[in-house]
């Protein structure tokens, strides 16, 4: 039999009677069940990483971005000093007074493959290479011209190294000596002597003057002195990329002309950018994503080679864009400023 015991205050009901109020035990209960558990961080941590993945791409992809642009300008603004410090128009000069020396001719079979010519010519004839020199040694009244035999032993057994009044190095590439090759001599002998005439052809059109005023105004434009590659060709790394300029040939409507090249490649891709840029002569600037033949600073085999974004044929030059004779795309850069 059930007994009815009333409650002290005889104005209130029993916790369970009371609208709205739960017994203490079922209110601990709810606190409990609204704390997050084990389940609903792990769902947090993989939204936290799924945005991550998805947003890090396009800040990282900004960067980058902005990197290119600043190496974009610095490519033009060489371009820019080149044409107005004479260089551009002392190589033009110099490429008419060689075009009229017999037996020699322009060396324009730049591209190579992966192992390109360590020796990188600028003019060659039956027996020797040529190249002029742009570094700050040529343009010190230092070595201005070199010559390398082209089948050493057979062609030639030594190396020179001249300026405009004569033959400032020989250096042996061949020691050993064929007997059939009667010839030598005479191949060294013109060797040294055309060496010793395309120094003073660039003498006389001021190449070394105006190589010392460019190289100046490159050490003030960047506030660091570039270096010298072993084939006598200045380069110098900032920010990510490597800046090398070289001579090249290029077609001038129907004639070859001698013009200034200047690259950059990233040190790293992926890392410190994606694009190559190049330019030449009084052209624009040009730029890869480097998605077929990849152009990177941690190996010399990924080293661009002069003349790599040249066009396969005078039809593609014609174009937005062309595939060079890398087998990469190769399109005009958009001409937004650097930030």
């Not at 061949?174 to 052809?201: F, G, N």
């Not at 396969?312 to 060079?324: E, F, K, N, P, V």
Request: net charge neutral; proline share 6%.
């Amino acid at each position: 039999m059930l007994r009815y015991r009333p409650f002290k205050d005889a104005g209130t009901f029993p916790p369970v009677m009371q609208a709205g109020r739960q017994p203490d035990s079922q209110r601990g209960s709810r606190r409990f069940k609204d704390r997050p558990g084990l389940g609903d961080i792990m769902v947090l941590v993989a939204l936290t990483v799924f945005l991550g993945v998805l947003l890090w791409p396009l800040r990282d992809g900004n960067r980058l971005g902005e990197a290119e642009a600043r190496v974009r300008v610095r490519t033009e603004r060489v371009a820019r000093l080149a044409r107005h410090h004479g260089l551009i128009a002392a190589l033009a000069a110099l490429s008419d007074r060689v075009r009229v020396e017999p037996d020699l001719e322009a060396f324009t079979r730049y591209y190579l493959g992966r192992e390109a010519l360590q020796f990188l010519p600028t003019w060659e004839d039956s027996a020797y290479f040529y190249r002029i020199r742009l570094d700050e040694d040529a343009a010190g009244g230092g070595i201005l011209v070199e010559a390398e035999p082209r089948r050493p032993g057979s062609s030639g057994r030594f190396g020179f190294g001249c300026d405009g009044n004569g033959v400032l190095d020989a250096r042996p590439v061949l020691v050993d000596r064929k007997l059939a090759d009667l010839d030598v001599e005479v191949y060294e002998m013109r060797a040294k002597q055309r060496c010793v005439i395309l120094a003073r052809h660039a003498t006389q059109v001021e190449l070394p003057a105006t190589l010392a005023r460019f190289s100046n105004a490159v050490r003030d434009e960047f506030e660091k002195a570039p270096g010298d590659t072993a084939e006598g060709y200045p380069q110098w790394t900032l920010d990510g990329y490597t800046f090398r300029y070289w001579p090249i040939f290029e077609d001038a409507g129907g004639t070859l002309k001698l013009t200034l090249e200047i690259l950059a490649w990233p040190e790293a891709i992926g890392t410190t950018g994606f694009a190559t840029f190049r330019i030449a002569g009084t052209g624009s600037v040009l730029q890869t994503r480097n998605l077929v033949r990849p152009y990177d600073g941690r190996a010399d085999r990924n080293v661009p080679r002069p003349g790599a974004g040249l066009p396969r044929t005078a039809a593609d030059a014609a174009g937005h864009s062309y595939l060079g004779v890398d087998g990469n795309l190769w399109f005009h850069a958009k001409t937004f400023e650097a930030p």
